[in-house]
């Protein structure tokens, strides 16, 4: 019986990516948290860009996340499901939505918080920040990959694992630095990187299904 409920919940998680929406959604954010980084790094203190960039990355992070929802309902309804022959997508009670919407003002304010108070410790806080940013999300790809089975998931874990291990590791010099920029500019293209592998990942995917599911029937 527990073996069925497993398949179960493992055949609804990958028909759940079987589109690469969802990926393609998730890279779209990435890649615009990672330019607010690296645009906000480099401001001036006390410019009116640097005042300014803070909100961005709020509006980024939670906008993102509920843009997410927003985004994949229309794409599931209106273009996989109905050329899949699939279920009908049904829009997530509030209440289901609110852990989510949590989680990205929790992540915005530990952000700005590591920011403002952990530039005395330039070379632990980051240290401390690629190594949370690379375990997160690098266990969250390598849970959905368990749960998929799909390899391309697989390879956004390592991509994921690989672009935080490297960027912390080359990025401990730069560290030291008393520019802000160098400690943005690590996380900026660790964004930036699994942004870029998402959203190919899910186009590629995406493009395929497209193509597969053309008479109206999943191939």
């Known amino acids: 019986m527990t073996n069925q409920i497993d398949d179960s919940i493992k055949r609804t998680m990958a028909f759940w990516y079987a589109d690469g929406v969802a990926e393609l959604c998730m890279g779209v954010v990435f890649l615009l ?69 949590f989680g990205a003002v ?16 330039k070379l632990s806080w980051y240290i401390w920040l690629m190594a949370g940013l690379t375990i997160f999300f690098g266990y969250l790809f390598i849970a959905i990959a368990r749960q998929t089975g799909f390899r391309r998931i697989q390879a956004l874990a390592a991509i994921t694992i690989i672009s935080g291990m490297l960027l912390g590791g080359t990025g401990w010099v730069a560290a030291l630095n008393d520019s802000i920029r160098s400690m943005l500019l690590g996380p900026g293209l660790f964004f930036i990187a699994i942004g870029t592998a998402c959203s190919v990942s899910g186009a590629a995917t995406f493009r395929g299904f497209m193509h597969q599911t053309r008479s109206g029937e999943l191939a």
Do not use: C, H
Not at 51 to 68: F, Q
Not at 69 to 84: C, D, E, F, I, Q
């Open 106 to 121: 929790s992540l915005t304010l530990m952000l700005d918080q590591w920011i403002q108070v952990g530039m005395p410790e």
């Open 33 to 101: 948290l990672g330019a607010v980084l690296l645009v906000e790094g480099p401001a001036p203190r006390g410019s009116t860009l640097a005042a300014v960039m803070p909100a961005l990355r709020y509006l980024v992070i939670i906008g993102g996340t509920i843009g997410i929802g927003v985004a994949l309902r229309y794409l599931k309804l209106n273009v996989t499901y109905p050329r899949s022959g699939f279920v009908f997508y049904n829009k997530p009670p509030v209440k289901e939505m609110i852990p989510g919407i």
